[in-house]
């Protein structure tokens, strides 16, 4: 132990590189994993928080909101659907809003709902839920309490958009990575017509629906899928993970994350199997004069432990301060299930990739400090 | 140099897996470079195509097409800047394509854009009602020329009877037909987003040879007094939201590999040189310059590194070959390979100069049993 200690501290260059080395590894793993969460998140959070269970798109929506527009035959064919307790209209556009206090312009996702229990968020943390119309919930990312949000009819000369009042705060509640507010679909309908006068009628994009007692959210999802092939029942959660993206996002991710897990463990294994080739002489020598091989296996073993544990720790000091920011309106998070099962991950790999050093340094030969082959 | 190359030949072993580790890093960097491309070709072909010196949007449109309209009033300003010959309207709408002989659930996801100049692949009149030419891509669904496509919950058919390449937009493959067909289709299949007569969501605009007056985007915004977004091109693809973010969170990334890259190949060879000090000593003692023996270690990093950088280029090839299409959005080009070797080689470089001063200190007494 004491001996793995004073040559890691005798050679600070060398294994201060390969700590650095890890620590980098481990920040990009880290930091990748919070783009990741953060972007999907981003994407999908305000369809994780709406309070519809059971979510119908137009089949040629694509599972998008934005895509997806319900025709009247086909609402009242899902709405007569055997097992549904209660229906609402959803909408969704993306408009072009100014925000009280800031200057100029930006985008906002802006979802209405026709029944507040059907499409809305009830998961607050601060504020309240909208009692009227003109009243939103936003992403806390984006908005505050008493923010007022003008709808800015982008194109159409002299119009005015409402304005909605921001009365209460979600948190990850952004839809397509923009700042969103939920609010009635009379508003919502309102803000449709003002940024298109020539539309003929505002039609909602997704029905919410809740199943009546005694059947399950799946049970409902396959009875409205069996009434019509143009429409698309999912799951809350099922709409969520199969937006369109969110799986390509996941599967790229996964491939860097694959990448960057071979390599700690590849850099570590390398480190010590050419430390422990220039250090044989010194080791046949430690075997000579009694030394067992467990007892220099044990010393192999806790630098790989105190390099990979170094590096995690460095790694994980330089996403900490990373993960409070925001990358574009990604907001990332630190997640410490992240940091340790990466953590497990990485030191269970580093020690098996130091398997073949020990088998190196089991190999040696002590006979071999009498004959200097030690050296070799 | 010639000892350095003679080591490699005689104990690849040794540097084996050095370039394994830079073989990982190098398809990392391809694979990193290549899905950035693939996001960037796959949200900005249809814009790349524009014949134009310029792209209008409505002031306030954050360079959204969908959020923006322009009316002929606004076309007219325009116009009178350029001539009428050179505005051309734009329009687009994201629609579900349905194809004989697939599912009623199996939709391609298109996009479906109306011109009047046409893009740089396509014949210089728009088609006929009703009739699209079509993305590469989309032959990939086994679309061909006289598939009948229809499009939205309207059904709205369009007949392909062209192909073009490199044309998606937000991620999707695209279909070019005249405003007369996209006013048609968007009416049919979204009715809340219908735009009247004459009213397009983008202008495209090329650039007057005779014409005065300063920077054509600040002319334009100012001729429609204020109306109106003006881009280039490129300002226009820069403008897409989300995408310079997304093009400087993963060059951060690439830049942090590339670190990682110069890490990795300073340990190992400061490593190497740590072992060689000896023999390095006897070379010197022997006449080898310090610049001679550094050459060597050079030559080592170089040629692990090109080893690296082309089995990265061969995986990166059988990586794309492998995805399936319109899986991953990554895509292989020549620039991207070359420029991941090229950075990969610079990182080598950058590492191995860290062995130079062990590479210097090396006394030559050291040979005849002086101090390592």
Redesign the interface.
Known sequence: MSLALREMRRAK??FG??I??VA??V??IL??QA?QDGLVTSFVGAIRQQTAPVLVY?????RTF??S?I?PP?EEQIRGVEGVGASGRIGQG???VSVSGRDG???AALIGAEDPALGSVDDLVEGRAPEADGEAIGSRADFAVGDRVRI?P????DAEGPELEVVGLADDAQLQ??PTLFTSWATYEAA?LS??P??????PNVIGLAPADGVTDAELVEAVNAVS??A?ALTRAAAADET??VA?VR??FQ??FL??G??VP??T???F???V??KSAALTLLRAIGASGATLVRSLLVQVVLVVGGGLVLGTALYLPLSQME????ALRFDATAVAVWSALLLGLGLLSALVAARRVLAIDPIEATTGGGGR | MRLALRELRRRPNRFA??T??LT??A??LM??GG?LDGLEAGSTGALRQQPADAVVY?????A?L??????PD?RDAVAEVVGDDRVGGLGSV???GRLDGRG??D?V?IVLFGYELAPDALPEEPPGPGEVFADEALRQEGIDEGTVIRL??ARSEVRVIGFLDDAQYS?QSSLWGSLETWREVL?A????????EG?VQALVVQDAPDRQGGDLVEVLDEATGG?TDSYTVEGAIDAL??LS??R??FNQ?IG??V??AI??V???F???T??RTGLYGVLKALGASSGTLFAGVVLQAVVVTAVASAVGIAASLALDAAIPAG????TVTPGRLVGSAAALLVAALAGVAFSLRRVLRVDPASAIGGAQ
């Open positions: 260059a060398r590189l390969l650095a080395a980098l590894l920040f990009l930091t990748q783009i137009s089949t040629d929506g694509q934005q895509g527009v025709p086909l993306t408009f072009t312009t930006e985008d800015v982008v194109g159409v000369p990575v923009t449709a940024a298109n020539d539309a003929a009628v505002v039609l092939d143009d698309d369109p993206g390509q599967q790229s491939v860097i990448l960057y071979l390599v590849l850099v294994g390398l480190f199997l050419i430390v080739f220039q990358v574009g309106s990604i | 897996v050095a394994v580790i990982l890093i398809l990392l694979f990193l899905l409505a002031e306030g449109a954050e959204s969908v959020r923006s309209r322009l009316g606004v994201q629609l579900g009623p659930r939709l996801p939205g919950p991620g009416a299949n979204r009715p809340g987003a219908r735009v009247g009213t109306a939201p989300g973010q997304q400087t969170t990334i942090v590999t670190v990682i890490v990795v300073a340990l190992f400061a490593l190497l740590v072992e899986s991953l959005p990554f």
